[in-house]
T-cell receptor, first 109, second 116 residues
Framework: GQNIDQPTEMTATEGAIVQINCTYQ??????LFWYQQHAGEAPTFLSY??LDGLEEKGRFSSFLSRSKGYSYLLLKELQMKDSASYLC??????????WGAGTKLIIKP | IAGITQAPTSQILAAGRRMTLRCTQD?????MYWYRQDLGLGLRLIHY???????GKGEVPDGYSVSRANTDDFPLTLASAVPSQTSVYFC???????????????FGPGTRLTVL
């Protein structure tokens, strides 16, 4: 079957760095997405990886290892506004997204 | 309109009633999707449409139907609502779902539906 695993909740301190891990098992693989979702709002796109390695975009970076079925999202210089849920999604062979349940990130001052 | 709009924002519905959730996008995206989001679960795909005139079933299609008469609109209908359909419903669109294409999805603001 298809499955995405990510931690349910994480806590970090303002100004620090946090890494949110995601493992995936899909029928075929056409890329890994990360989305941010603030409470009561719609998900918004953060990053896309299809090749192994690290993609950096400002304070956010995303890493992919296709051989390990593993990705992580790295958030640096955490700000209070980064408190949100972070959704990992893998694209399968039918080009449909399989979503994880999301990681709720709590930022403390 | 800018992006994707959904209506209504929220709705309380009696079980057994028929309900249509509306979704409209102005980005001329060819692919559109309907998801439901429940606490503790990931977004689950209900139905999708790769282009106007075509639709397909997702992971949880039972009890729902869709139509795609034109590029912009993708309504979701619950023929006879049941309490298990209580959820937050998100409509999304993307520029393409074709092989080899980058498939970032843009989401509407969601409809919070309660079936009693």
């Amino acid at each position: 079957g298809q499955n995405i695993d990510q931690p349910t909740e994480m806590t970090a301190t303002e100004g620090a760095i946090v890494q949110i891990n995601c493992t995936y098992q899909t029928s075929g693989f056409n890329g890994l997405f990360w989305y941010q979702q603030h409470a009561g709002e719609a998900p918004t796109f953060l990053s896309y990886n299809v090749l192994d390695g690290l993609e950096e975009k400002g304070r956010f970076s995303s890493f992919l290892s296709r051989s390990k079925g593993y990705s992580y999202l790295l958030l640096k210089e955490l700000q209070m506004k980064d408190s949100a849920s972070y959704l990992c999604a893998a694209m399968d062979s039918n080009y449909q997204l399989i979503w994880g349940a999301g990681t709720k990130l709590i930022i403390k001052p | 309109i800018a992006g994707i709009t959904q209506a209504p924002t929220s709705q309380i519905l009696a079980a057994g009633r028929r309900m249509t959730l509306r979704c409209t996008q102005d980005m001329r995206h060819n692919a559109m999707y309907w998801y439901r989001q429940d606490l503790g679960l990931g977004l689950r795909l209900i139905h999708y449409s790769n282009t106007a005139g075509t639709t397909g079933k997702g992971e949880v299609p039972d009890g729902y139907s869709v139509s795609r008469a034109n590029t912009d609109d993708f309504p979701l209908t619950l023929a006879s609502a049941v309490p298990s359909q209580t959820s937050v419903y998100f409509c999304a669109s993307s520029d393409s779902s074709l092989a080899g294409d980058y498939n970032e999805q843009f989401f509407g603001p969601g409809t919070r539906l309660t079936v009693l």
